[in-house]
Every structure is written in structure tokens, then in C-alpha cells.
């Protein structure tokens, strides 16, 4: 009998405290996951320059980063209804990203992943366990703040599976709108989420630091 599969290691941006959920990365309350390291460099006004590099991150076995995640959802006071998988460029490492939305399917969760490369250029592997993709890459000339939950017009927000409806991404869309979220991790770094530009980030983080 063969030995089973290792099970694939994933680069995040973040360590496991770092897995909070938020309102501001798709539709309902969504644990948010930050993949470390990005091949596009699609801008160079990146709004995760921290992201870029691999090898500058946490280093952890999907199974225990899905393990966080389910603890992050059983402390939640608020129902939440799935992850949204972000990065960097979350495709650099999609057997581990496919193995992470498998594992979280099959808790129940909904799987929703940002890339800045097309649909065309994604492996069915890596969307196999994906109800909502967000593709593309972020163009500052085609910002656009009214787009749900992406930021300029040649991003696509694909429903990949039927989980969700048109109707029902408008109707969250309607009762969330655009907003951001602010968190401080246990080593008292400041993370601003849900933002479109560097600018608003660093006075976000100025204001709730009181350098401003
Ligand atoms: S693909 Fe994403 S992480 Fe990479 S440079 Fe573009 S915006 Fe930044």
C-alpha cells in the first residue's frame, strides 16, 4: 500500500491568530486568509506590499490552518458563512489553496478566492472547491468604487459553483456596501482590510494609531 499523500504546506501572510472574521471580503462574515508570495506584481501601487515575497511569512500544514479556521468560526458570535482566500497571489500556491477549500467545504463553509490572474489562467484543480472567484488584476487606472467587493472594472466577480445566485450577492452587497475592517494582531501589528487605496490604508492606520 502507498504511504498517503503529504499533506501541502501553505505560506500565509499572517500567523493563525491572524485568522479573524470580517465583514468586508464578500459576501456574510468570512474568515479571511492572506497567502504570502505573488509572481504577477500586476502594479506597482500593490495595496499588500507586505504580501509580495515568499519566504516572508508563516509557514503551516492546510489541515492545521483549517483546524484554526474552525475555532475561528466556533468563537464567532456572529454566524459565519465561509473564507475568502486573498493574497498576494494565492495561485502560487494552489495545491495547498485547493487543499485548504477542500477541507473547509466539507465543514460546511462557502470558499471565496481573489486572483489577479484571468478564470482561463487557473487550473480546475485550483477551482474545484471554489463557490465565488474574484479574477483579474487590481488596475488603479480602472478604479471603480461602487464594484462589489473588488476594485477596478476589469475584475470579474464569477460565481464558479451554484451556492450562491446572483440575487443573493446583490442583497449582501445591499446590506454590507463598502467598508473596511481594522484589527490588531496579538503582536500588536495593525492590519486595514476591505481598502482600495494605499493612501486610505495609511490614514486609516494613522488615525487609529493617533499619529494624526
Ligand atoms: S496580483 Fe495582487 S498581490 Fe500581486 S501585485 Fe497585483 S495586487 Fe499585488
Redesign the pocket.
Known amino acids: 500500500m502507498s504511504p498517503p499523500d503529504p499533506v501541502p504546506a501553505l505560506e500565509l501572510g499572517h500567523d493563525l491568530h491572524g485568522l479573524v472574521a470580517t465583514l468586508h471580503n464578500g459576501p456574510g462574515w468570512r474568515v479571511a486568509v492572506w497567502t504570502q508570495g505573488?509572481s504577477?506584481?500586476?502594479?506597482d501601487v500593490?495595496?499588500?506590499p507586505h504580501?509580495?515575497d515568499r519566504g516572508h511569512g508563516r509557514v503551516y500544514p492546510v489541515d492545521i490552518v483549517a483546524e484554526a479556521i474552525r475555532r475561528v468560526v466556533a468563537a464567532s458570535p456572529m454566524a459565519v458563512e465561509g473564507i475568502t482566500i486573498l493574497?498576494?497571489?494565492p495561485s502560487d500556491q494552489a495545491p495547498a489553496v485547493a487543499a485548504l477549500a477542500r477541507l473547509v467545504h466539507q465543514d460546511g463553509l462557502s470558499v471565496m478566492l481573489y486572483s489577479?490572474h484571468g478564470r482561463d489562467r487557473l487550473a480546475a484543480d485550483l477551482l474545484a472547491d471554489v463557490d465565488i472567484l474574484v479574477d483579474g488584476?487590481?488596475l488603479p487606472a480602472a478604479y471603480d468604487a461602487t464594484l462589489p467587493w473588488r476594485g477596478s472594472a476589469n475584475q470579474s466577480l464569477i460565481l464558479v459553483s451554484d451556492r450562491y445566485r446572483p440575487a443573493d450577492l446583490a442583497a449582501a452587497w445591499d446590506r454590507q456596501g463598502k467598508g473596511f475592517s481594522v484589527r490588531t494582531g496579538r503582536d500588536g501589528r495593525l492590519s486595514v482590510s476591505g481598502l482600495q487605496s494605499r493612501g486610505a490604508a495609511a490614514r486609516i492606520a494613522a488615525m487609529v494609531t493617533g499619529t494624526i
Open positions: 505573488c504577477l506584481r500586476c502594479t500593490c495595496l499588500s504580501l509580495l493574497g498576494g497571489e489577479g488584476p487590481f
